[in-house]
């Protein structure tokens, strides 16, 4: 069996050297194909493997994507908004698929995602982490089952250089929540609360946002009801745990059809 050869976009950043560890660590036939940098990064032309710890692997970092499709089967992106556009249609052109880590979109930027997984495979996940898709799986059950009788809130608390919130995860919670209580997010999601607030309404999902610290991921949410509580809680430690993830999902993405895919598909969930 070939190996899926994989890529980095954003490869000096706290992510995409988590990935270039897990690439080289994993059990998977995967091997890293190639890292990407902004144009003008100092990292240009430097070992790729070297700037994340490790030995030197032969892969240099470029800023020319394009020029590069040649080298990897999949691109994996944990950068932000603006990177994964612009690598969209390079690796649309090219066949190439994607794993998209990086939350943060808008609408519109979320159709030309989907826009661009009719004609390649791309895996788009809030959170690659194998236990927080279980836990994805286990609150809509719960909710199923509790959200006619409790109160329910979500606690998520991240680094202080995390730029997005809630985080993608809390709000992939969320949905998850919406589908098991029958409900749309949209209609029912509450993002503050200051002054005179009112009680609170039924069928409210409540969130709140701690930054600071090193914090990497902790994610609970409340089942809060008359007498007894409920608590689903995810904590990460290292960001090891999204980055096998995502190898995971490039080694299994690597030859599927175009499409968009999720962790769900990925674990079989």
């Given amino acids: 069996m070939s190996k899926t050869r994989i890529a980095v ?7 995409g050297q988590a990935v270039i560890q897990a690439v080289t660590g994993s059990a998977l036939p995967v091997v890293l194909g190639a890292a990407f940098e902004r144009s003008g990064h100092d990292a240009i032309g430097r070992d790729a ?15 020319d994507l394009a020029a590069r499709v040649a080298d990897f089967d999949v691109l994996v992106d944990f950068t932000r908004p603006q990177g ?13 698929a994607m794993i998209v880590g990086t939350t943060g979109f808008s609408d519109t930027e979320k159709r030309r995602i989907n826009d661009a997984a009719q004609r390649v495979p791309i895996c788009m996940a809030a959170n690659f982490s194998v236990g927080v898709n279980l836990c994805l799986k286990l609150l809509e059950e719960a909710a199923r089952v509790l959200a006619a009788d409790s109160d329910i809130e979500i606690v998520e608390a991240h680094h202080r250089h995390k730029v997005d919130a809630p985080s993608g995860t809390a709000l992939a919670m969320g949905e998850a929540v919406a589908r098991g209580a029958g409900i749309d997010l949209g209609q029912h999601a509450v993002f503050a609360r200051e002054g005179q607030t009112g009680a609170r309404p039924k069928d409210a999902i409540g969130f709140a946002t701690v930054r600071g ?4 991921g ?3 949410v409340m089942f809060l009801g008359d007498g007894e509580r ?5 904590k990460a430690s290292s960001r090891q ?12 993405l690597h030859g599927r059809e175009a499409g968009l895919y999720s962790m769900r598909e990925v674990l079989g969930l």
């Fill in 9 to 15: 976009l954003g490869a000096t950043g706290r992510m």
């Fill in 84 to 96: 994964t556009l612009a690598a969209l249609p390079v690796c649309a052109d090219a066949g190439k």
């Fill in 49 to 63: 493997a070297t700037l994340a710890g490790l030995a030197a692997g032969g892969v240099t970092v470029s800023d």
């Fill in 230 to 234: 409920v608590e689903i809680t995810h």
């Fill in 241 to 252: 745990n999204f980055a096998r993830g995502a190898v995971r999902a490039a080694h299994w």
């Fill in 213 to 216: 610290g090193d914090v990497v």
């Fill in 218 to 220: 902790d994610h609970t």
